[in-house]
């Protein structure tokens, strides 16, 4: 396959059928806009362990693992036989479960801060509640959260700085409740505390971002804390990708204690899932035996087949395992380092923390904060297609996670993979440069 966009289809032609199909009663053929990339994306038709298999039967090492939250890889067998077990026996009631007991008594166990907590059916609703909750509890309207940082699709967290497409569809009275500040800078918080502070309900922060994983600093995080204090405002923590970086999340490893915490992806065993959770006088807001508690439903909350995939899921997740994906992620960022340095013609930078990682092309300098990200420049585009073409699956813009299916070899091969894309992407810029320069650069 050649990696220009011309010539993607020529082993994925039963993708394109599939897609083409998917357009005809689905807008773009998509239903999730990042699983979209162009000319068209891959249909992924089955999973087993760290590898994935296309329509077409192309093989794939999956660095992406549904965005972190098959942690375990894909159809482990544990997992399979909680869900069947369950299945046999009913898939949700509207009634309480025994096992939201056994996945809310290993989530509490493992999150210091996390006293009580309630489920959602994603990272987005478990998102849109805590902040429901902390407006409630503090009887405030404002928000803070990071510039560029990714909370979910509520209307209310979804936007930056400057003119993107959430802008023109969020009511200019949702956008006032919002306060933008840079990821770790203090001073910025700090402004922003000074001027509003009073008025904010919560500051939401990812302890590592999703997007271009920078890690939080912990002087940020107590800064964060510290300010939250001091505003009677609360602090919360969304953990929905970085729960996995440690048992406790990262917050254990940062030193921080939030009033709540978010959380989703791996805490469903790769089912829909979402939670938050914290103080356990924050959380009475949603208790429904007090005559004024705040309303909080979903037909499917707390469904007992994510409880039960959850479950094993959060028991095989074990301290050494995390350890394990986190050298693995570690690994995984070296060689990528090194291939990057070893490479005369393509300037990357690679931002890692554990088992997460973000390839970035073209800046040509540090990337220590959301703008000096480069997250649609040509040639990040044509190393994923490249890679693709080698055999490993990420994420269009450069997000990769490792999973505790892949060994030392995995990470070897996927590096061995990506050395290859990488020539590729050098010899075709060579014979294109000036023309992908001038348009782009
Ligand atoms: C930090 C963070 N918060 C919230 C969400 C939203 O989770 P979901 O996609 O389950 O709605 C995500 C999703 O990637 C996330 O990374």
């Known amino acids: 396959m050649d990696i220009t966009e011309a010539g993607y289809g020529i082993r994925t032609e039963r993708s394109r059928e599939i897609v083409e199909r998917l357009e005809r009663s689905i807008p773009g053929g998509n239903t999730r806009s990042l699983a979209f990339f162009p000319p068209y994306p891959l249909v992924i038709s089955y999973g087993f362990g760290c590898r994935i298999r296309d329509a077409d039967g192309n093989e794939f090492i999956d660095l992406l693992n549904n965005y972190t939250a098959s942690v ?8 399979n036989e909680a869900m069947r077990e369950q299945a046999a026996l009913g898939t949700v009631f ?24 309630r489920f959602t059916n994603s990272g987005t609703e478990a998102v849109m509640m805590a902040l429901r909750g902390a407006r409630a509890f503090t009887g405030r309207e404002k928000i803070i959260k990071a510039e560029g940082g990714y909370n979910g699709m509520w209307e209310q967290v979804p936007i930056s700085r400057g003119q993107d497409p959430y802008r023109a569809a969020m009511p200019e009275g949702v956008r006032e409740l919002v306060r933008m500040v840079d990821y770790n800078d203090v001073g910025q918080l700090e402004a922003a505390m000074e001027e509003e502070g009073d008025e904010v309900a919560a500051i939401i922060l990812e302890p590592v971002t999703g997007t271009g994983v920078f890690a939080g600093t912990p002087e940020y995080f107590a800064a964060a804390r510290r300010l939250a204090d001091e ?10 990708i970085t729960l996995r970086l440690g048992i406790g999340g990262f917050q254990e ?13 791996i805490i469903g065993g790769g089912l829909p899932v979402g939670a938050f959770g914290g103080r356990a006088d924050v959380m009475e807001v949603f208790d429904p035996r007090s005559p004024r508690h705040l309303h909080h439903s979903g037909t499917f909350n707390g469904n007992l087949m994510t409880m039960a995939a959850g479950c094993v899921t959060l028991d095989l997740l074990t301290q050494r395992e995390i350890e394990r994906i986190n050298a693995l992620g570690e690994r995984l960022a070296d060689g990528l380092r090194r291939l990057l340095a070893e490479s005369q013609d393509l300037h990357g930078v690679v931002n890692n ?9 073209g800046t040509g300098g540090e990337v220590r904060k959301y703008s000096d990200l480069n997250l649609d420049g040509p040639v990040g585009a044509r190393f994923h297609l490249a890679a693709l073409d080698e055999g490993v699956y990420f994420a269009p813009r450069g997000f990769m996670n490792t999973s505790t299916a892949m060994d030392e070899q995995t990470i070897d091969d996927a590096l061995e993979a990506c050395s290859r894309a990488m020539e590729r992407v050098i010899s075709h810029l060579g014979t294109t440069r000036s023309s992908v320069y001038s348009r782009h650069e």
């Open 72 to 79: 375990h890889g894909h159809a482990l067998p544990a997992i």
């Open 231 to 240: 505003h009677g405002a609360l602090l919360i923590c969304d953990e929905v």
């Open 94 to 117: 509207a009634a309480p479960g025994e096992l939201q007991a056994e996945l809310a008594e290993r989530i509490v166990g493992r999150v210091a801060s996390v006293e009580k907590v």
């Open 353 to 361: 923390c554990g088992s997460l990682l973000h390839v970035n092309f």
């Open 253 to 265: 490893i940062m030193g921080v204690r939030p009033d709540l915490t978010t959380m989703g992806k």
